[in-house]
């Protein structure tokens, strides 16, 4: 009797002691979320401001129409809208928390 309530003891131990580990770890990750949460929203508004500049630059549209330099506006327009698709899907997922 004394050498299974010794056997049980140990093992609640154990499996406390993993649990705290692990729940440390979940910690870390979430962390770690929240800053690249926050940096991707910084990187949205730097390529949103820089395009919207070169628009306001560009109010002739003569650069946007031009082949290397018109490539470069497509390109940050696509680059938006792949980033506003990461923004707004964790800016839902975080009102539902």
Do not use: H, P, W
């Not at 870390?28 to 690249?36: H, N």
């Not at 696509?78 to 928390?97: A, F, L, P, R, W």
Request: charged content about 25%.
């Amino acid at each position: 009797m004394i050498i299974i309530s010794s056997v049980l003891g140990g093992c609640i131990c154990i499996c406390g002691f993993i649990i705290s580990n692990l729940l440390i770890k979940v910690e870390r990750t979430q962390e770690g979320y929240e800053e690249l949460e926050t940096s991707t929203l910084a990187l949205y508004q730097a390529i949103t401001s820089c395009l919207a500049e070169m628009e306001r630059i560009d109010d002739r549209g003569v650069f946007q129409s031009d082949d290397e330099t018109g490539a470069v506006f497509n390109q940050l327009k696509e680059v938006i809208k792949q980033t506003s698709g990461i923004v707004y899907d964790s800016s839902k997922d975080g009102s539902n928390e």
